[in-house]
C-alpha cells in the first residue's frame, strides 16, 4: 500500500513539473511507411498502423524555419491539419482510416503536393 501512494505521489509531482510533457503527442508516426510523396521544396512520408493513417511533412534542406504543412483525411470524415513555421519538419497528423481511402496534402513554402483517394 505504501509503495502504490508512493508511485501516484512520484507521478502526480512529475505531472505538475512538466504538465506539457504527460500528454503530449508523439513525435514521429508510428507503423509502417506506405508511401513518400515527394515535391519541389520537400516531401510527405505515409505511414499505416493498424488502420489507422499518419502523415509527416519534412523540407528537403531543413535547417531555415519555413511554413510548412500536412492533412489526412479518411473518405467521409473530416481532415486532420497541422501548420506552423518550422526549420524541419510538421506533424505528425493522424486519423484512423480502417480499409476507407485517404487523402493526404503537404506543402514546404511555396511548393505543394496533394494526392486523391490512395490506399482504398
Not at 2 to 31: D, F, K, N, Q, W
Not at 33 to 44: A, E, H, I, N, P
Amino acid at each position: 500500500m505504501a509503495v502504490g501512494m508512493a508511485l501516484l505521489t512520484a507521478s502526480g509531482l512529475l505531472a505538475l513539473a512538466a504538465p506539457g510533457e504527460a500528454g503530449a503527442a508523439s513525435s514521429r508516426c508510428e507503423g509502417r511507411k506506405v508511401r513518400t510523396l515527394t515535391f519541389t521544396t520537400g516531401y510527405v512520408n505515409v505511414y499505416k498502423h493498424n488502420g489507422t493513417i499518419c502523415a509527416m511533412t519534412f523540407q528537403k534542406n531543413p535547417g531555415r524555419d519555413r511554413r510548412m504543412t500536412v492533412s489526412v483525411q479518411a473518405r467521409g470524415l473530416v481532415p486532420v491539419p497541422a501548420a506552423g513555421v518550422r526549420p524541419r519538419s510538421i506533424g505528425p497528423v493522424q486519423t484512423h482510416a480502417g480499409h476507407r481511402c485517404v487523402r493526404v496534402k503537404g506543402s514546404v513554402g511555396a511548393g505543394s503536393v496533394s494526392t486523391g483517394w490512395i490506399l482504398c
